[in-house]
């Protein structure tokens, strides 16, 4: 008896220990409990990166050569006694050492800090890509050779090994999807699926037609507008979104500040059994380090 309980005991923390390895496989990316400065000089891997959720639809991402920063917007709370990335904010002092391409979807003010122009006198290498929308609401936009890249819907660009492809937004501008250091990134600006009056019809629509670009894409990390005020109508249409495109991992944007509702999103996915991790970010500079599941 004793040793058929040792067996079974054995038996039973293997399976423990495959069932956890097996969900920890099963989710690309983990949290970290590094200090920003680490996370700065530490070097990402091909097909790694490291994620901070700024605020709003603003995402930074340090791959292994670049560090993108997407749609970056303070916000109206900026926390007066934090700063830097750990808090959602960017500090061109603190990442003046990194090679910083700056993604401006569109001209709204919720997406667009105007003052980013700025963080080129203190940051050694920098690059903006903005949508032709961007460049005629600030002059200062407008394409300069090599350092402001203006880039129309629908048109792929390469900028050093980074190729940048952009889709038509569903309002203003484009969304972008970035290929770089072994990741493929979608960030969707303000393309969405902005079903107000609950048409059964426009998401399939808006995943098949305007998402159309998207195919035969292999998405690793996935930023999608999730706002709540279109909760009761598929959130923006990330649910078709992730079905249709498979992103490994996919974020939650544009929820002005309302992280509380992340955990409502992630059992909407769950619920039409969506196949892409999802981060419940849970503030302004929460932080996670995605890795692409080696294959084989
Ligand atoms: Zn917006």
């Not at 040792?6 to 496989?25: D, K, R």
């Not at 989710?27 to 400065?37: A, H, Y």
């Not at 700024?54 to 791959?63: R, W």
């Not at 078709?240 to 996915?269: D, W």
Request: aromatic fraction near 10%.
């Amino acid at each position: 008896m004793r040793h058929h309980n040792a067996a079974m005991a054995g038996f039973l923390c293997c399976f423990v220990a495959c069932c956890a390895f097996q969900s920890q496989a099963a989710t690309p990316f983990r949290r970290t409990e590094k200090s920003t400065s680490e996370l700065l000089q530490s070097a990402p891997g091909n097909g790694e990166a490291i994620i901070w959720h700024l605020y709003h639809s603003g995402f930074a991402l340090k791959t292994a050569h670049h560090l993108l920063i997407f749609d970056y917007w303070p916000g109206n709370h900026v926390p007066a006694d934090k700063k830097g990335l750990a808090a959602g904010l960017i500090d061109p002092n603190e990442i003046k050492g990194e090679d910083v391409i700056v993604f401006i979807s569109h001209e709204h003010d919720d997406h667009f800090y105007r003052d980013c122009i700025e963080w080129k006198d203190k940051v050694k290498t920098i690059r903006y890509v903005v949508s032709p929308e961007v460049s005629r609401a600030d002059k200062r936009f407008a394409s300069q050779e090599d350092s402001i890249i203006s880039i129309a819907p629908n048109k792929t660009a390469n900028i050093k090994d980074i190729q940048v492809k952009t889709l038509r937004s569903t309002d203003s501008g484009v969304a972008f999807l970035v290929k770089t250091d072994g990741l493929t990134i979608y960030h969707s600006g303000d393309h969405a699926c902005w079903n107000w009056n609950n048409d059964p019809n426009m998401e399939s629509r808006f995943a098949t037609e305007l998402l159309k670009p998207l195919e035969g894409e292999d998405i690793d990390i996935a930023m999608h507008v999730c706002d709540p005020r279109l909760k009761t109508s598929g959130w923006g249409g990330i649910g078709a979104f992730t079905q249709k495109y498979k992103p490994r991992m996919v974020a939650p944007m544009h929820l002005m500040g309302k992280y509380k509702e992340t955990q409502e999103i992630e059992s909407f996915l769950k619920s039409i059994n969506s196949p892409s991790s999802f981060w419940a970010i849970q503030g302004r500079g929460d932080c996670v380090i995605y890795q692409r599941e080696k294959k084989g």
